[in-house]
């Protein structure tokens, strides 16, 4: 492939990724936070891990097509039109991904414990607001991929540390989860 077709395709299939990555983040990702649809558990995870590491390195990235322009630019290439396009291209980017990225700071995720139980696979998450924390119960088919909120508790102060898992007992068929010194805080009949 040659470097301006490489340009062309960097031009706009990073915008376009970026944009599907905004409207996972914005719509799917909030619609799940708060119990109004399914969606893939660790795939929400894992976005909250990544966004910021991502913003880096496109940031880092239209900082070297800038260099790249600016260079073309000096030397008067005729190539500097296509190094400008693709650092505003990256530019565009890193904008969308720094709006995608105020859900993951806004109500962090942070996965606690896992249990399986029932035929389904149960996640307990701890979501973060700025002044309280809540935790969260998803209930997922057995593979454990696509995941709905069962419940949410009440709002914890963040200065209580995350220390909360997830019970099953076989007997009564009952889930609790255990929050640190408040003991169980809500029990599930699968």
Request: one cysteine or more.
């Amino acid at each position: 492939m040659t470097r301006i077709q490489f340009t062309k395709h960097l031009c706009w299939g990073a915008p376009a990724l970026a944009t599907a990555y905004f409207g996972a983040a914005w719509l799917w990702k909030s619609a799940f936070i708060w119990g109004d649809g399914t969606g893939p558990y660790w795939l929400f995870i894992a976005m909250d891990r990544a966004i910021l590491p991502v913003i880096i390195i496109s940031f880092l990235a239209t900082l070297g097509a800038l260099a790249v322009w600016l260079t073309r630019r000096i030397r008067r290439e005729p190539s500097a039109r296509s190094a400008a396009l693709t650092a505003g291209s990256l530019l565009l980017t890193t904008l969308i991904l720094l709006g995608a990225s105020f859900p993951a700071l806004a109500s962090p995720m942070t996965p606690l414990d896992s249990l399986a139980a029932s035929g389904h696979v149960y996640h307990l998450a701890s979501i973060g607001a700025l002044i309280d924390n809540n935790y969260a119960l998803f209930e997922c088919d057995r593979v454990g991929l696509m995941c709905r909120e069962i419940y949410r508790s009440g709002d914890h102060p963040l200065s209580e540390p995350i220390q909360a898992q997830l019970a099953y007992d076989a007997e009564t068929n009952l889930l609790s989860i255990h929050v640190g010194a408040h003991g169980t805080i809500h029990t599930y009949r699968p």
